[in-house]
Nanobody, 119 residues
């Protein structure tokens, strides 16, 4: 199994920055990719950003150019640098880890960290 522990959420004013971290432990050799999803009240969970061990990244349209994902290989930790934050970025942010297909299709999830952007 894989355990994910997030940190770095909080309250910030619009235009500010935050950096989220997610540390994986346990069977980390199973992990092919890590990333972040978010869920705002009354909305579906959506992709924020993801990165594979090979370095391929993917971003949600609403965060392109403002957020940067990095990490994974070093210390099995992934970071999300969030700049130019907007009130609509307010959500619970969940760390996600995707295993290599030989280990099955069930993703791993963290407990979530709240990000609140005030206007």
């Amino acid at each position: 199994q894989v355990q994910l522990v997030e940190s770095g959420g909080g309250l910030v004013q619009a235009g500010g920055s935050l950096r989220l971290s997610c540390a994986a432990s346990g069977s980390t050799g199973r992990i092919n990719a890590m990333g972040w999803y978010r869920q705002a009240p009354g909305k579906q969970r959506e992709l924020v950003a993801s990165i594979t061990r090979a370095g391929s990244t993917r971003y949600g349209d609403s965060v392109k150019g403002r957020f940067t994902i990095s990490g994974v290989n070093a210390q099995n930790t992934v970071y999300l640098q969030m700049n130019s934050l907007k009130p609509e970025d307010t959500a619970v942010y969940y760390c996600n880890a995707v295993p290599y297909s030989i280990y099955g299709s069930n993703n791993y999830w963290g407990q979530g960290t709240q990000v609140t952007v005030s206007s």
